[in-house]
T-cell receptor
Framework: SQQGEEDPQALSIQEGENATMNCSYKTSINNLQWYRQNSGRGLVHLILIRSNEREKHSGRLRVTLDTSKKSSSLLITASRAADTASYFCATGLNAGNMLTFGGGTRLMVKP | EAQVTQNPRYLITVTGKKLTVTCSQNMNHEYMSWYRQDPGLGLRQIYYSMNVEVTDKGDVPEGYKVSRKEKRNFPLILESPSPNQTSLYFC????????????FGDGTRLSIL
């Protein structure tokens, strides 16, 4: 099974609302990353949080990491229709040399 | 412009006909990898390469080959494609180790009939 699991699998909100997506993982990590994928396109890196960090911000994005619960959340504030996409968490392991991706959350922001 | 370029973007072919998907990056990245994306299964890594002449298996390497003769190129080879290899394929690259942020290509949609 996958190292990272996103929740919910799909989320539909109105423009201007906040969107929160969660990611749980199973093993000790070096870092956790969030990516965005527009339909039919490649993934785009959004933000990386290291295992010794608890919170990170980038523009309208806020990521938290709780290593004791092996979970992370991505908050998109004041969402826009252009935020409609799939969002994936990916974990980088200490002992590994690769990223392991979760199944993604499909976000739809209605204008 | 920094980019990862994959070709072709779309390909429909038949079982058993060898094909190669090319991948090239212009960022002088050491690390390159191939993923496949399937509904309900997310992204799964096929092969990765730490540097020239260094490649290793990912989670789903069966039926695929790769080579890394030059730093910028990392082609994916399907020697005898089968229908279960129908998928959306992504090439990605990063500086240094594989757990650094990845730069992705726009994908190659393969259909094996």
């Amino acid at each position: 099974s996958q190292q990272g699991e996103e929740d919910p699998q799909a989320l539909s909100i109105q423009e201007g609302e906040n969107a929160t997506m969660n990611c749980s993982y199973k093993t000790s990590i070096n870092n956790l990353q969030w990516y965005r994928q527009n339909s039919g396109r490649g993934l785009v890196h959004l933000i990386l949080i290291r295992s010794n960090e608890r919170e990170k911000h980038s523009g309208r994005l806020r990521v938290t990491l709780d290593t004791s619960k092996k979970s992370s959340s991505l908050l998109i504030t004041a969402s826009r229709a252009a935020d409609t996409a799939s969002y994936f968490c990916a974990t980088g392991l200490n002992a590994g040399n690769m990223l392991t991706f979760g199944g993604g959350t499909r976000l739809m922001v209605k204008p | 412009e920094a980019q990862v370029t994959q070709n072709p973007r779309y390909l429909i072919t038949v079982t058993g006909k060898k094909l190669t998907v090319t991948c090239s990056q212009n960022m002088n990245h050491e690390y390159m990898s191939w993923y496949r994306q399937d509904p309900g299964l997310g992204l799964r890594q096929i092969y990765y390469s730490m540097n020239v002449e260094v490649t290793d298996k990912g989670d789903v390497p069966e039926g695929y080959k790769v080579s890394r003769k030059e730093k910028r190129n990392f082609p994916l080879i399907l020697e005898s494609p089968s229908p279960n290899q129908t998928s959306l394929y992504f090439c990605a690259s990063s500086r240094g180790r594989g757990y650094q942020p990845q730069h992705f290509g726009d994908g190659t949609r393969l259909s094996i009939l």
